[in-house]
């Protein structure tokens, strides 16, 4: 198909393009989102952190409507230069950097079903567009995304993507950041899922939940994750200036 952004080509990432069928969802895969979205939102209000719910409103999304990816993007390119490229499904390494280097996020367009509302092994468009693309409307954040995937899609070598997927993981999959005192959420596996972010809320006032250790990028780098069990570390930034910076000490350290 036709790439939306004219002037981008993918190689390895073209064949997963795919257009979002909006009008072909159905009255019960939207009640599936309402609900998702009515679930999440009074823990998100009170720790998100203020930079994803700005962007929750700024890229226009409701609660009573799966979101439409050509409507979230009018709203989402003149802020930050990203979009919301509708995909088949999972990617291949090489084409999701290629992807998030010309600052498109991979984004999937099926639903989870009722039945499956706390959890799916495979990224649906809750998790992607409701846990990952309102962060992409805050600037620094927005270029950081993109210089991780510069970096990634200009390494061949194993084990430096295996420590770059590390990054990935303690930002934007599970990262949280101090504000006002306290630990709030950003990352995507955390926003989208009511039972992650419990165990961190939770943890942190009472020393139950995961350790919640200072960012580093050497130790993220280091750090073995298991994604099937509840997150026993993570890393908290004071400013997204920081995981901006990393990405960029990162390429000095693993592309030098
Ligand atoms: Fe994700």
Not at 96 to 104: K, V
Not at 113 to 122: H, K, Q, S
Not at 170 to 187: A, D, H, P, S, W
Not at 191 to 213: A, D, F, M
């Amino acid at each position: 198909m036709m790439n939306p952004q004219a002037d981008t080509h993918f190689s390895a990432a073209e064949s997963y393009l795919i257009e979002q069928d909006w009008a072909a969802y159905t009255a019960e895969q939207h009640a599936v989102w309402a609900e998702l979205v009515r679930r999440r939102m009074p823990q998100l209000r009170e720790h998100a952190c203020a930079e994803y719910l700005a962007g929750f409103e700024q890229i226009g999304l409701r609660e009573d409507t799966i979101p439409d990816l050509k409507a979230v993007n009018t709203r989402l390119r003149p802020r930050t230069g990203w979009q919301a490229t509708p995909v088949s499904g999972f990617l291949p390494p090489d084409a999701f950097f290629e992807m998030l280097a010309a600052r498109q996020f991979p984004t999937t367009t099926w639903l989870r079903a009722r039945d499956a509302m706390e959890y799916t092994p495979e990224p649906d468009i809750f998790h992607d567009v409701f846990g990952h693309v309102p962060m992409h409307a805050h600037p620094v954040f927005a270029d950081f995304l993109q210089q991780y995937g510069k970096v990634c899609a200009a390494l061949t070598d194993k084990e430096k993507l295996e420590r770059m997927g590390r990054l990935f993981w303690f930002t934007v999959e599970f990262g949280v950041i101090r504000q006002q005192g306290e630990i709030r959420l950003y990352g995507s596996g955390l926003i989208s899922s009511h039972g992650e972010s419990e165990y961190v809320i939770e943890g942190s006032k009472t020393g139950h939940g995961p350790q919640i250790r200072d960012f580093n990028l050497e130790q993220v780098l280091g750090q073995q994750f298991l994604v099937s069990e509840m997150q026993k570390v993570l890393y908290a930034v004071e400013s997204f200036d920081q995981i901006y910076e990393a990405a960029h000490q990162a390429e000095e350290l693993l592309c030098g």
